[in-house]
Structures are given as structure tokens and as C-alpha cells.
């Protein structure tokens, strides 16, 4: 429900923007990290399971950009750590029954996700219910493996 990705942002906003200020993101090594900006005074801990670092100085400082609040924070952060133990995506955990879907939604992982949400509740209703990949699918298991075969037969397309 579009009213649930409302109440979503609600409740993780605050921890979002504090936590993208407090961190840089780097692809260094070929695997993504969070950079720590204020080192090992970092106030969030072990971060929600993400790959994190602490010692910026291991990182040239034209690796390290800043975090943005967008769909691939807000899942690392957020989602997978909330799917986990349930071994589920977040709309299966939420309604383990399903809904009808009635509107597919598509959109750029880049995307601030206050935006997204915002364009959400600007073009639906609260009570619309969508399909985004990101929550609708196991963030958690092998997404490649749950797209790989048909085409028709993908998340995407069953849909």
C-alpha cells in the first residue's frame, strides 16, 4: 500500500539523514562500504549489518562520495536487516498473504527516497497497492537466481 511506504519513511527518516551525514560511500576494492566519517566515534554502532569502515584513511579521498538517502541506503539499512530472520521480502513479512497489486511501480535505485515516496502520495492514493521490486523481492537472497530463466516467469513479469 502506497500508505505503507509513507509510514515507512516516517519512521526511518530522522535515522536516515543522520546516518547518510555521518557516512561516505566507496567502491574501493571492488566491494561497497560505508565509510565512517567520524571514524571509531561513529554513533551508529554496527550499522545495521552494512559493510562498514572506519578508517577513512585506508581510502584515497577520490573514492569516498557522499551517501546519498536512496534505495540502495534505505535497503541495506532497513530492509534486509528488517527480512532477515524471516527469510521473506518486506511486503511478504508485512501481508503474508499477499495483496492485489494494482499499480507496478518502477524507479532508479539513485532516487532520494523521500522523493520517491513523496511521487508515490503526489500520482496515488493511500490505499493504491503497489509493486516495487525492492520490497516486493528477498533483499536478502540471490536476486540474480530469482530473475534468472523465462522472462515470464520473472518477479517482474508474474507481476
Not at 528488517?82 to 511478504?92: E, F, I, M, P, V
Not at 516486493?136 to 508474474?158: H, R, T, Y
Request: aromatic share 14%; with cysteine; glycine share 4%.
Amino acid at each position: 500500500f502506497v500508505r505503507d511506504f509513507v509510514e515507512f519513511y516516517s519512521s526511518v527518516e530522522e535515522d536516515l539523514t543522520a546516518y547518510c551525514n555521518c557516512h561516505w560511500l566507496t567502491f574501493a576494492a571492488g566491494k561497497c562500504a560505508h565509510v565512517c566519517r567520524e571514524g571509531d566515534a561513529c554513533p551508529f554502532g554496527d550499522h545495521a549489518s552494512v559493510p562498514y569502515e572506519t578508517d577513512r584513511s585506508a581510502f584515497d579521498t577520490d573514492d569516498l562520495m557522499d551517501l546519498k538517502p536512496n534505495m540502495h541506503t534505505v535497503v541495506a539499512r532497513y530492509v534486509k536487516p528488517r527480512t532477515k530472520s524471516a527469510g521473506t521480502s518486506y511486503a511478504l513479512k508485512m501481508y503474508p498473504e499477499g495483496n492485489k497489486i494494482t499499480h507496478f511501480v518502477t524507479h532508479t535505485w539513485e532516487e532520494d527516497f523521500g522523493d520517491f515516496v513523496w511521487t508515490l502520495q503526489t500520482a496515488l492514493s493511500p490505499d493504491d497497492v503497489v509493486w516495487v521490486c525492492s520490497f516486493a523481492l528477498n533483499q536478502n537472497a540471490d536476486i540474480k537466481q530469482a530473475i534468472s530463466g523465462e522472462l515470464l516467469d520473472s518477479p517482474f513479469a508474474v507481476a
